[in-house]
């Protein structure tokens, strides 16, 4: 690590878990409100149920750092489950069958999981008080 970074890393780890909640959640606003487009029409309704909920919502704990490392560890499962079960089978390599977002998606909510909430979350402010 560049050593100008390495008083910068919780920083760093914030903004990480920021961005991937926010991005997140906007595919379970997609999923239950449409918003900001309709799913794909091929998205059967059972994956509609379940992932929406879970990805509008796990994505929001996740940005604002509530419970961030449980909401993480099920967003990474259900990455896993997607990858597996829309892309995974159709071609051995994520480059191949447009599963890396899935599985990018699976091993940053992995990580973050391990790390929990960090600085710049409800979670910390809630130790603080």
């Given at each position: 690590m560049p050593p100008f970074m390495h008083s910068l890393s919780s920083q760093t780890y914030a903004l990480m878990r920021i961005v991937t909640g926010f991005l997140f959640l906007w595919h379970g606003t997609?999923?239950?409100?449409?918003?900001?487009?309709?799913?794909?029409p091929e998205i059967p309704s059972f994956v509609i149920a379940l992932a929406g909920p879970i990805e509008?919502?796990?994505?929001?704990?996740v940005m604002i750092g509530l419970f961030a490392g449980w909401?993480?560890?099920?967003?990474?499962?259900?990455m896993a489950f997607?990858?597996?079960m829309a892309h995974g089978m159709n071609a051995p390599l994520p480059i191949q069958n447009r599963?890396?977002?899935?599985?990018l998606y699976c091993f940053v909510f992995l990580y973050i999981a391990a790390h929990g909430s960090g600085i710049w979350s409800v979670d910390a402010a809630r130790k603080a008080a």
């Open positions: 997609q999923k239950l409100l449409s918003v900001p487009m309709p799913p794909p509008l919502v796990g994505g929001i704990l909401a993480a560890f099920l967003c990474s499962g259900l997607a990858y597996w599963g890396e977002l899935a599985a």
